[in-house]
Structures are given as structure tokens and as C-alpha cells.
């Protein structure tokens, strides 16, 4: 094998990989390219051009896929912009999502270590694989937001003000219906089964929805209290249409005080007195603690306060 065979396999290798209509242009650039590095190597080497240094040079020069690469536009699924953002969602959302399925598993009768590695091994096979999914839509949905951002209207960026609330006062509405709906569900759990069924739904339902004395007479009045606060602190940001400094700080306190209270509601007892509705009941309460305090982790780390040394520079 000659020195043009090896540097026709080469520029094949690499045009073979770019679209039909690019190929010729390409492969044409290409040797040339390739001629004219061999013929400066080859008068620094005080030699003619041979296959061994025609492969040393190729090689040097790059994978012919890693060549093919730099003729063809990227093709970008993510925005590198957008790394940290999806490393720290997916994260954060395997998490809760791997924590959840483990104390679901771990609920289950455990009296020797035999049943704990049976259970963590449907926990691993019914939770930790399936849960790939998370990933895979979190790809779609940063794919898409980098495919809008790339038309000219959304590439363009616009001041926003620091403090008014996010999503609008609908996204605030909706989360002070939600809060309303909690406090009802608090206040009377088997309201629900009136609601639907009309007061005709079999006894066991609300046996199951019925609170323990030691939930009644312990964390209840703390939970319903700190749910009006935040119902009351909802409303003047509705208001308002914007966060004040002074709010933000007592909403983060009162975030924390509730995920306090929720965690004594975990471990101080049964909620309810059937231990099906007990155990959903916890779990949802850990997911609600463990997704609080990840959003008040990620405010407190994307603040930014300028030192005042620089401040006063600017």
C-alpha cells in the first residue's frame, strides 16, 4: 500500500461521513490539505513521501469521524448553558424519586437480612432502573427550550425585575388554591368521601381517613397554623405582584418551620388510624420535605449580593 492509498482511504473515511451534497467539496479541500502537510513534512525530513509517513501523519492530523466533525454543524440536543441546570434536575429528581421507593420498600415486614437485601433488590429493579425515565424527559424538555431559544425573537435577552413573583399571579393563585385545598383536607380529611360519594362511601373508607388522638393533640395545630401563615404571605404576594426583601426572608423561615413540622409528623406517630392511608400519608410528607428544602437549597445558591467593596466600585 503507496502513500496515495493510504491518504484515499483516509479522505474516504472522512467524507463518507458527511451529507451527499458536501462530500465532493470536502474531500477535494481535504487532500489538498493533506498534500501539501505531507510536502512541508517531507522536505523537513529530507525525504519523499511514503506510506509510513503518510500514516503518521494521518493519524496525527485526527479519527477521521473527529475530522468529519469539523466540516458539519454540531448537532446540540442540550445547550452547554444549560448543563448545570440538567445535571442538577436530573439529580435532584432521582433523588426523590430513588429515596421515595426506598422507604416504600423498606415498609415492608423486614426480619432477617435475607428480607432487607430482598428488599433492596426490588427496590433496585422496580424503582432505581424504571426510573431512567426522569432523564430521558428532562432531555426533552431541554431540547425543546434550547430548539425556541435559537429563533431570533427568544435569543434576545431582557431585563427582569429582581423581585416579582415567578410565573405571574396565576401561577400564585393556583398555589394559594392548593394551600386552601390542604388546609380543608387538614381540617377534615373525609370531607373528600362526601364530596364524591355523597356521604355513601363504605365505613373502612373513613375509618381510613380518620386522625389518631396523638396527631389530633401534637403536630396537627402547628401544621394548620403554619398553612395560614403561608396562606396569609401567598395573598399579600398576590397582592402586590412582587416579593419584598423582608417577605422572602420570612417565607424561606416558614418553609423551614413547616419541613420542621412535617419531619415531627413523620416520626411522632401514626397520622391515621389505618396504617395504609398512615404509610401514603408519610411518604407524601417526605416527598413534600425532601422537594422543599432542594427548591430553598438551589434559591440560596443561585443568590447572588455583590460584595460592597464592588458594589461601591460600580
Known sequence: MNANDVIESYVADVAVQLPRRQ???????????????????????????????ALEFLRAFGRPAEVAARYRPA???????????????????????????????LQQPIDSGWDLLQAIGQWWTRIVIPSLWWPGVLVMGFATAAWARRRPQASQWKPRPGERTTGGRAAMVLGLVGMVCGVL??????????????????????????????????????????????????????????????????????SLALCAAMAW?????????????DGVCKLLLVVIIVATLAGIGIKLYQRVRPAPDRQAHA
Open 23 to 53: 462530500r465532493n467539496d470536502v474531500a477535494f479541500e481535504l487532500r489538498a490539505l493533506i498534500d501539501e502537510g505531507l510536502q512541508d513534512r517531507a522536505e523537513a525530513a529530507g525525504r519523499a513521501v511514503d506510506a509510513v509517513m
Open 185 to 254: 383536607v387538614l381540617l377534615e380529611p373525609r370531607w373528600v368521601l362526601d364530596f364524591f360519594w355523597g356521604g355513601r362511601a363504605a365505613p373502612a373508607a373513613y375509618e381510613a381517613l380518620t386522625y389518631t388522638e396523638s396527631f389530633l393533640h401534637g403536630p396537627a395545630p402547628w401544621l394548620l397554623a403554619l398553612l395560614v401563615l403561608h396562606i396569609l404571605m401567598f395573598a399579600g404576594a398576590i397582592v402586590s405582584d412582587r416579593w419584598a426583601a423582608r417577605m422572602r426572608r420570612f417565607e424561606t423561615g416558614l
Open 75 to 105: 448537532l446540540t440536543i442540550i445547550d452547554p448553558a444549560d448543563g448545570r441546570s440538567f445535571l442538577r434536575a436530573t439529580v435532584i429528581g432521582l433523588a426523590i424519586i430513588w429515596s421515595a421507593g426506598l422507604l416504600v420498600s
Open 265 to 277: 409528623t413523620v416520626l411522632d406517630g401514626p397520622v391515621f388510624r389505618a396504617q395504609s392511608s
